[in-house]
């Protein structure tokens, strides 16, 4: 069923570059003249190019499903977790190197206030997450004004004369 | 041998640097893009520019200060940039920027990638599909739908560009 | 050259028009490595801005290659959680999408070759009829919208018989909708190692899939 050589003008690997390009409607217009004008002549490059086709359709069909809206939020935990254990680990590293403090009575006291910040971490990371704050707005927006100028602004306003009969 | 002075030591270390790490939490985390009003116009919805422009100063220099002095600079200089464009052309790229956002988020990406596809064509190829799309301007949705389709749109631009063309066509007006 | 006015194939180029891209491509490309060198300067908007241009594409790519909704979003997980953490070594060398879906890839890959032991069937029946987010769609009538999940049904089972490379080729140059030379950078391979990985999947596809049309 694939493409062979000998059957066909087109050389190895010409052919299925080709028909994959065509299907993927991804060749220059030169290349895509080309090639139809060979179809007109190939019944074998005809009948793949017919089955990709088939196949390229078929891949469109398969649509991805939603996101889940609270994907954001959990990699903002996991973000925040990864920061707390890094922070911990090379406080460590650091701490070997020097002599032991003499801090036992705060120690105490630090680790209780420790257990109450975890738990305020995880709320403030929560609480920052629901919506985005209006500089990233701006940002985005920015972006899509300058995507937006690649058309040609006079397509945003209606036209009242058909300059051209379509 | 770790100590029980040095054990505990090390609990007060460990406290010590993991305050620091709700910093980040208190960057802001802002996520998700807001939603596009779901009864978006073309013309009278606020673009969020237009929503920092009217803020107050105190509240447009409390948001830049969250940026870093670089990003807050680069922002500030994209706004000029787009301030100092003729009115008309504001207005014109409002209009756009609210059609697309009355998109649902999928579209809005096939829209997005669609021109940038557009300005990877040649030249005169893209000149081509600019003036198409002005033409197009012209047709009710449905005449549009039905010109998408036709053999002599089909004539004049090949398959990626017809694509385009279509993925493009949400941003065109109602008549 | 031939009949039909095609070059042959030494020293041409490509034809496929994914290879070229505008400058203004490139500036829109290049904001996304500006953005990173700012998240490895401190600046966590940016991270979240790239969050926001690329969490979907990521999530997509994953969901197509590992058939598995709930896998792919928790691997995304992964692929966003490494570019944080690496944000302090990151270097412009390559495009950021570049290495985006390197990091993605090399998940996917690693979780399709530990994955192989579950049965194929049983995964992805339960994909498609009970436990993803595939909403029905309203416009379509009972029987059509068994026909489509019918479709979808063959579609993933024809891309899971895939080799696991070939499966990462066509899913980026399907759906990411990536050139060759852009694949090759994702893959770390050669351009004609691609179009062979590429040929020999359409291939295998057109034998599962043509009569679809």
Known sequence: MGWSPGTCSLEDGVAEELIVGYAARSLDPEAELGFERHLKSCSRCQRLAAQQGAVWSALDAWRPPAVSPDFDRTLALRIAASRRISSRIYAFAKWIWRPALPVAAISAVLAGFFLLKDQHTARQVLETQPSAQIEQQVEHALDDMDILKQIGLDVSAQRSDSARKI | ?175 | MNPDGLQPQVAQPSWDRRVNSSKAADRFLDRDADLMLQVREGNQACFTLLLERHRNAVIHFLDRMVLNQAVAEELAQEVFLRVYRFRLNYQPTAKFTTWLFRIATHLGLNWIRDARHEKVQERLDQEIDGTTRQVRDRNRTIEQELVYRAKLREVRQAIETLPSKQRAAVVMHKYEELGYVEIANVLMCSESAVKSLLFRAYETLRMRLAHMA
């Open chain 2, 1 to 175: 041998m770790l100590s029980r002075r040095d054990i505990l030591a090390l609990a007060a270390v460990g406290v010590a640097v993991s305050i620091p790490a709700p910093l980040w939490a208190q960057r802001r985390g802002g996520t998700a893009r807001t939603p596009p009003h779901a009864s978006r116009s073309d013309t009278d919805e606020r673009t969020p520019i237009e929503e920092f422009e009217t803020m107050s100063p105190e509240a447009q220099q409390k948001a830049l200060n969250r940026l870093s002095p670089a990003q807050r600079e680069k922002l500030q200089e994209r706004l000029k940039r787009f301030n100092s464009l003729p009115p008309q052309q504001q207005q014109a790229l409002k209009t756009l920027y609210n059609r697309l956002h009355q998109l649902p988020p999928e579209r809005q990406d096939a829209v997005r990638k669609a021109i940038r596809k557009l300005s990877e064509q040649p030249a005169e190829r893209q000149q081509a599909m600019r003036q198409e799309l002005r033409d197009m301007t012209a047709l009710t949705p449905t005449e549009r739908h039905a010109h998408l389709a036709s053999r002599d749109f089909r004539a004049r631009f090949n398959k990626k560009e017809q694509d385009i063309l279509r993925d493009m066509s949400p941003l065109l007006p109602d008549r």
